[in-house]
C-alpha cells in the first residue's frame, strides 16, 4: 500500500503578488470613474438584462 502526503503551498511573496494587486485595483478604479459618471438608467437596464440573463424573472 502507497501513501501520499500533500505538500502545504507556501505563500507567494509580495512581489509576485504586486502585479495581480496593481490590476484589481486598477479595475476598480475604473469602474468606479465610470459608475460616477453614468446616468442611473444605465444601471437600471444593466441590472435588469443581468438577472433576466440568468434566469431570474423581475416583474
Known amino acids: 500500500m502507497t501513501t ?3 505538500v502545504a503551498a507556501k505563500a507567494l511573496p509580495l512581489a509576485s503578488q504586486l502585479p495581480a494587486i496593481l ?3 486598477a479595475i476598480a ?3 468606479i470613474f465610470f459608475a460616477g ?3 442611473t438608467a444605465v444601471f437600471h437596464d ?3 438584462d443581468a438577472r433576466h440573463s440568468i434566469g431570474f424573472a423581475c416583474h
Open 23 to 25: 490590476g484589481a485595483g
Open 37 to 39: 459618471f453614468a446616468e
Open 46 to 48: 444593466s441590472a435588469h
Open 4 to 6: 501520499t502526503r500533500s
Open 29 to 31: 478604479l475604473v469602474l
